[in-house]
C-alpha cells in the first residue's frame, strides 16, 4: 500500500521560506516511484482545495499555479522517492494544509481526479 508522508510545515513569518518534503513508500518495488507524477496541492480553512505545484515522473516537467509561480520551486529524488516543495516569499494566503498525491500518470497537471493516493498533509502558517 502506498503511502505519503509530508513534513516541514510551521509557522513562519511573511517573507520567509518554508521546504516541504514528501516520502513516499509502499510501492510492490522502489523503483516504482519513479514511473509517476507527484503533485503539491492545499487546502484553506473554508477553500476547496487547490493545485499548487506537480512534477512529473522523470522531474523534467514541472507546473506551478499561478499565484506561486517564481517563488516555489518543486524537485524530486527518484533515489530517495522523496518530492520537495521550496517556498519561498511566503504570504499569508499562503496558509493551509499541503497535501502531497501520487498521480496515476508519469505527466500530470494539476487536476486532483489524476492523482490516485494522497497523504495526511502539514500545516502552513504565514503569520506576523
Known amino acids: 500500500q502506498v503511502q505519503l508522508v509530508e513534513s516541514g510545515g510551521g509557522l513562519v513569518q511573511p517573507g520567509g521560506s518554508l521546504r516541504l518534503s514528501c516520502a513516499v513508500s509502499g510501492f510492490r518495488s522502489p523503483v516504482y516511484f519513479s514511473y509517476y507524477a507527484i503533485g503539491w496541492f492545499r487546502q484553506a480553512p473554508g477553500k476547496e482545495r487547490e493545485g499548487v505545484s506537480c512534477?512529473?515522473?522523470?522531474?523534467?516537467?514541472?507546473q506551478y499555479a499561478d499565484s506561486v509561480k517564481v517563488r516555489f520551486t518543486i524537485s524530486r529524488d527518484n533515489h530517495e522517492n522523496k518530492v520537495y516543495l521550496q517556498m519561498n516569499l511566503l504570504k499569508p494566503e499562503d496558509a493551509g494544509a499541503y497535501y502531497c498525491?501520487?498521480?496515476?500518470?508519469?505527466?500530470?497537471?494539476?487536476?486532483?481526479?489524476?492523482?490516485?493516493?494522497w497523504g495526511q498533509g502539514t500545516q502552513v502558517t504565514v503569520s506576523s
Open positions: 512534477i512529473s515522473s522523470s522531474g523534467g516537467n514541472k
Open positions: 498525491a501520487v498521480a496515476d500518470r508519469a505527466v500530470a497537471d494539476l487536476t486532483s481526479r489524476q492523482y490516485s493516493t
